[in-house]
């Protein structure tokens, strides 16, 4: 799988990918969506302009299937450490259970290798066991560190609980 560094021109795609990846709830939405505990947006274009602005040294890496259309994004930043933070890794619904997760991560961990990444840590909503279970297949660990989950900051979509957090996973490279 390859990946290449997004341009200015792909990122209202990413903001689709995002949001269809994380937040769809109809028919074909994916197996991972939040949906049912957070309504709203994921991302918009503004905050991932701002992400980009304010992090000069992350990556928004694309796949492309084999007729260039966004297949899968992922954000790696460094944290300092030899430690590098993964976060936006979406799948197009159609292409998962299909491997392609699965490869993407492969992926991205590679690229962050390349990098200079010993480890990987990542952030994930407290309520999203079957993505824990994922994760947890594929060498991550929980830390035991939680962070708030940002209530009140409509910009990440409406809450539709109030037990959510972020736990924190980390996977040595």
Known sequence: MRLCRAGDAD???VVNLANLAFRAKDVGASWATEAD???GQRLDLPMLRADIANSPEARLLLWRDDTGALAGTVWLEPAGGGAWCLGLLSVHPE???KGAGRRLLAAA???ARELGA???RM???NVRETLIGWYLRRGY???GETKPFPYGDGRFGTP???DLEFVLMEKLL
């Open 11 to 13: 990122l209202s795609a």
């Open 37 to 39: 505990y957070i309504k």
């Open 95 to 97: 292409l998962q259970a």
């Open 109 to 111: 961990e590679d690229a």
């Open 118 to 120: 010993e480890r990987i």
């Open 123 to 125: 952030t994930v909503v």
């Open 141 to 143: 660990r929980l830390t």
């Open 160 to 162: 539709l609980r109030s």
